[in-house]
């Protein structure tokens, strides 16, 4: 199988959450979803909000990815993101409840409203991914 595999790492600003080897990953891009295997030609890629998985041994594994930036050189996956989050730890009462509070939230300002429309975006994307 390691003839296979390639090194995933995952950081956020707090922490690196993964550090493993896999067998393939699709990760979300800004435009959508990109599948990655062993000897992928270099990539540099602006994530978006969803659902990062990974095949393994071990089985597959998903994770919520909140943005960031992807690089994929030498089979070494790099993503530095914002937020990592197992699909399974989401709190789907707490995601719906942000959800429900930035599509009341009223924008007073261009800014407001490019966060309203984040924060939905990732309460969205969140909810689908823990489904």
């Known amino acids: 199988m390691a003839d296979k595999t390639f090194r995933c790492t995952v950081i ?19 435009d959508g979803e ?29 994770l919520f990815i909140g943005g960031g930036f992807a ?19 989401i709190n789907v009462e707490e995601t719906q409840a942000a959800l429900k509070e930035a599509e009341a939230f009223a924008p007073q300002s261009p800014a407001q409203t490019n966060r309203r429309q984040r924060d939905i975006e ?5 909810l689908r991914a823990a489904q």
């Open 71 to 89: 690089q994929m050189k030498d089979d070494q996956l790099t993503l530095l993101t914002d937020e990592a989050v197992p699909t399974g730890k």
């Open 12 to 30: 956020t600003p707090n922490t690196q959450v993964l550090d493993q080897e896999v067998t393939a990953a699709v990760i979300p891009a800004w």
């Open 122 to 126: 990732r309460a969205k994307a969140m």
């Open 34 to 62: 990109l599948g990655l295997l062993k000897q992928r030609a270099p990539l540099l890629v602006k994530l978006g909000f969803g659902s990062m998985r990974l095949d393994s041994a071990n089985g597959s594994e998903r």
